[in-house]
């Protein structure tokens, strides 16, 4: 059974840091791309960044380039999406995702398994 645990959300403040962790078990990490997407209150789950098998590429979305990075160590199984310079615009509720199509890019549909999320709060 596929698992993603997701963790490392909070409250920050307007230019602050996080990082989010998404740990994977059940099946063979090394082998899928993943993702991370975000939806706030209201809006629709949107893409934020993606990476993959081996780590060797990485993808974003316009609005988190050069203040998300994302990483993975396959040897942990885990994921990583490091956030500085955080925004309110960047309150949401952040989800990692998995694709077993060897899919780096920003459609929701083409990711096959999800965590249950992690908050971001960012006050002004």
């Known amino acids: 059974q596929v698992q993603l645990v997701e963790s490392g959300g909070g409250l920050v403040q307007t230019g602050g840091s996080l990082r989010l962790s998404c740990t994977a078990s059940g099946y063979i990490f090394s082998s899928y791309p993943m993702g991370w997407f975000r939806q706030a209150p209201g809006k629709e789950r949107e893409f934020v960044a993606s990476?993959?098998?081996?780590?060797?590429?990485?993808y974003y979305a316009d609005s988190v380039k050069d203040r998300f990075t994302i990483s993975r160590e396959n040897a942990k199984n885990t994921v990583y999406l490091r956030m500085n310079s955080l925004k309110p615009e960047d309150t949401a509720v952040y989800y990692c995702?998995?694709?077993?199509?060897?899919?780096?890019?920003?459609?929701?549909?083409?990711?096959?398994?999800w965590g249950q999320g992690t908050q971001v709060t960012v006050s002004s």
């Open positions: 995702a998995a694709s077993s199509r060897a899919y780096t890019g920003n459609s929701q549909y083409y990711y096959d398994y």
């Open positions: 990476i993959t098998w081996s780590g060797g590429s990485t």
